[in-house]
């Protein structure tokens, strides 16, 4: 954080480590010069005001003295002459009023200013965070820009928004293509490397360092934490998407799969024909569902046993059957 202007600290009123909210003045400046230059601007307006009134109070009398001198001409007492001056006296008062008025503005906006060359000499906290670092002292001039050599500080000090911070990671080209936006990730603090940290993919940067061969990644931390400070060392681990599809659970199987055309139905009952040596055996069976082109016979079949598929109407248990 620094200053708008150039100047001399006046008074510091930050120390690291302490917590400032948005707007907190945090250091001023010498104001000296913007003080006097205000209490100048302030005095022009009033000068130009006080002279505003008098020449409106003039333009009442020239106004009043053109009225008389129109009254007396009309009479055929007095003069064109007389009556010109009165009119040249009052238009001429009109145009004075009109540009002291113009006047008046121009002062007023000198004036707001000085007001802003003055408020520039109290620096205040861009936002709420914290400090971590003091960088100048009463007495140092300080400047936007760097100036003077090491005699010019180029600011007060560092704020940082805590509820900001984020991780900066370099990945390996070898294996960026694997890394997405809004991937989730852990982060584990060198610090404290048995606390792992959620949080998520912002971006990737989509440049490389070509003499590390990495990617920088962005990573947003789901903690607010007073233990996770700028620039500690962080490692990051990226997991697989999470998946935004709805599970679906498969069935759970029991007993064994025929072809479904075995099955068939007589008097309301499932049966399938089993060859049994040489005929056709009639077993009646407990069906369950239907997979592809498969039963699930969940009962009445033992694994192992032939069935015959697409069994005639006319097939009956103990009929004599011949394998193809």
Not at 36 to 63: P, Y
Not at 76 to 95: F, V
Not at 277 to 286: C, F, I, K, M, N
Not at 298 to 319: C, H, K, N, Q, R
């Amino acid at each position: 954080v620094s200053a708008k202007v150039t100047g001399k600290v006046r008074e510091v009123l930050i120390e690291e480590g302490m917590r400032v909210e948005d707007g907190q003045v945090l250091a001023t400046l010498d104001s000296t010069q913007a003080d006097a230059q205000l209490a100048l601007s302030q005095a022009q307006l009033d000068s130009a005001r006080s002279q505003l009134t008098e020449i409106e109070a003039n333009l009442r009398q020239a106004q009043a003295d053109l009225k008389r001198q129109q009254e007396i001409f009309d009479r055929k007492l007095g003069t064109a002459a007389q009556l010109d001056a009165a009119r040249a006296a009052a238009e001429s008062l009109t145009a004075r009023l009109a540009s002291q008025r113009r006047q008046i503005k121009v002062a007023e906006e000198g004036l707001a200013m000085a007001q802003v060359s003055v408020d520039d000499t109290v620096i205040r906290a861009p936002f709420a965070g914290v400090i971590i670092a003091k960088a100048a002292q009463p007495g140092e001039m300080i400047s936007p820009i760097s100036a003077g050599g090491g005699f010019t500080r180029t600011g007060i000090g560092t704020v940082v928004d805590m509820d900001s911070l984020e991780v900066e990671v370099d990945v390996n080209e070898a294996f960026i293509g694997r890394v997405q936006a809004r991937m989730p990730t852990e982060a584990m603090l060198n610090a404290y490397p048995d606390w792992k940290i959620p949080g998520e993919v912002i971006a990737v940067i989509p440049a490389a360092d070509r003499t590390k061969a990495t990617v920088r990644v962005r990573v947003a931390l789901a903690v607010k934490d007073v233990r996770i400070v700028p620039e500690m060392g962080v490692r990051v681990r990226f997991l697989e998407a999470r998946s935004t599809e709805p599970v679906v659970e498969k069935p759970k199987l029991s007993g064994v799969l025929v072809p479904k055309d075995a099955v068939i139905e007589r008097d309301g009952k499932a049966i399938v024909f089993v060859v049994d040596g040489d005929r056709a055996s009639l077993r009646e069976v407990t069906a369950g569902a239907t997979i592809a082109d498969f039963r699930n016979i969940t009962a009445g079949l033992s694994a192992g046993a032939s069935v015959i598929v697409s069994p005639p109407a006319e097939l009956s248990d103990g009929v004599l059957v011949q394998p193809d």
